[in-house]
Nanobody, 119 residues
Framework: QVQLVESGGGLVQLGGSLRLSCAAS????????MGWYRQVPGNYREQVAL???????VYSDNMKGRCTISRDNAKNTVYLQLNNLNAEDTGTYYC?????????????WGQGTQVTLYS
């Protein structure tokens, strides 16, 4: 199973930018849809952006115009460019893709990378 490792998080000033990376341990060109998700303590993990193998992208309403998801299949890496960050963007960002384990649908996640906003 492909393992994922996120990086690029950190402490960012309000209005700032970050580029998150998700490096896969194996090929991702055969993974149709990959995505970025955000979670804050006490809340569900919510979808931020998705990208298909064909390059089609989907963004959550509150992130439209403020983030860009991309993938480099040659580098087995998915990126999330975050711009004009606000306090509500604080959280742990996870990279993931749907898969099956023992025949059951599930999600493969990385360990997450923390993004914290300050004024």
């Amino acid at each position: 199973q492909v393992q994922l490792v996120e990086s690029g998080g950190g402490l960012v000033q309000l209005g700032g930018s970050l580029r998150l990376s998700c490096a896969a341990s194996g090929r991702i060109d055969n993974i149709d849809t990959m995505g970025w998700y955000r979670q804050v303590p006490g809340n569900y993990r919510e979808q931020v952006a998705l990208i298909t193998s064909g390059g089609h992208t989907v963004y959550s309403d509150n992130m439209k115009g403020r983030c860009t998801i991309s993938r480099d299949n040659a580098k087995n890496t998915v990126y999330l460019q975050l711009n004009n960050l606000n306090a509500e963007d604080t959280g742990t960002y996870y990279c993931g893709f749907p898969t099956t384990k023992r025949g059951n649908p599930t999600m493969q996640w990385g360990q997450g990378t923390q993004v914290t906003l300050y004024s």
